[in-house]
């Protein structure tokens, strides 16, 4: 069954196209991976996804509600969590902080409740407390919730951010390039987390990564994105037997132009993309 479908999925910048006609579908359970070379789309898609663009026309529906048009806060509320491919940490609050912040994100209690301290949002302070360190417990860096986040590693400060993603409580949870700045051993730790968010916790995953040996591994189902268009689309045996998704990553002088002109005209400064 469907969690997702995007249908039809377009996103233009002025006369550049970043995603052309995108459709796939990420069942409900399922570990999926979005993936293609630089200035495929994979990051303006996820951006569509969840709100931060608005895209030019086709669906993208959720539990059979339209996507299309909410606001990212909006998107959030429906349990639908994302990561960066940088990471975005409040650089001097606590690990444990950062991760309160990203319940805090769907907390039930207003402005009115935090200023005077009502019954019930003393009780939900509590409960986002005990939240945080059980998803940092889960996280495996429980013991690092006093440290600031600035003083962190890469790996651990994307730990971090996974953990504030579970305290979010996701349905599908959308990683952005998750095994950026890891080692080895961290890589391995990520496929570990990434099935147990979906065998312990439930929870769909949906990513982006380039890193091709974790996709393997992990992903029950590849899409292959090149210049905004599905090229591929299949196990990972499938795909990567693919003669076009081959092409695709050795790529041409000519590809490497049109990723190129892609990148500069496409985004504005300072936004990520791939």
């Known amino acids: 069954m469907a969690?997702?479908?995007?249908?039809?999925?377009?996103?233009?910048?002025?006369?550049?196209?970043?995603?052309?006609?995108?459709?796939?579908e990420v069942e409900k359970n399922s570990i999926t991976a979005l993936i293609g070379p630089n200035g495929a789309g994979k990051t303006s898609t996820?951006?569509?996804?969840?709100?931060?663009?608005?895209?030019t026309s086709g669906s993208i529906l959720y539990n059979n509600e339209?996507?299309?048009?909410?606001?990212?806060?909006?998107?959030?509320y429906k349990k639908i969590i994302r990561t960066f491919q940088n990471v975005r940490?409040?650089?001097?609050?606590?690990v444990?902080?950062?991760?309160?912040?990203?319940?805090?994100?769907?907390?039930?209690?207003?402005?009115?409740g935090a200023l005077f301290r009502h019954k019930k949002q003393r009780e939900e302070e509590r409960k986002i407390l005990e939240s945080a360190k059980h998803c940092l417990d889960f996280i495996g860096i429980l013991d690092m919730k006093d440290k600031l986040?600035?003083?962190l590693s890469c790996g651990d400060q994307r730990r971090t951010e996974w953990a504030r993603a579970l305290a979010a409580q996701p349905d599908l949870l959308l990683l952005d390039e998750p095994a950026a700045g890891l080692n080895r051993e961290e890589k391995d730790d990520l496929v570990r987390l990434i099935r147990r968010f979906r065998d312990e916790l439930g929870i769909t995953v949906l990513l982006i990564e380039h890193d091709m040996e974790i996709v393997m591994e992990v992903s029950e189902k590849v899409v292959v994105i090149n210049f905004g268009t599905k090229i591929a689309e299949g196990t990972p045996s499938e795909v990567q037997a693919n003669p076009l998704v081959i092409d695709a990553y050795l790529g041409t002088e000519e590809d490497e132009r049109r990723a190129h002109d892609l990148g500069d005209a496409s985004f504005p400064k300072g936004t990520e993309h791939d």
Request: contains cysteine; hydrophobic residues 45%; glycine residues 8%.
């Open 3 to 24: 969690l997702m479908e995007v249908k039809d999925l377009t996103m233009r910048f002025g006369g550049i196209t970043a995603i052309d006609n995108l459709s796939f």
């Open 46 to 55: 996820f951006n569509c996804l969840t709100g931060f663009y608005k895209s």
């Open 66 to 76: 339209s996507l299309v048009g909410l606001a990212p806060y909006q998107i959030t």
């Open 89 to 94: 940490l409040f650089k001097n609050m606590t």
């Open 96 to 112: 444990l902080e950062n991760v309160m912040s990203g319940a805090h994100s769907v907390s039930k209690q207003f402005i009115l």
């Open 149 to 151: 986040a600035k003083n």
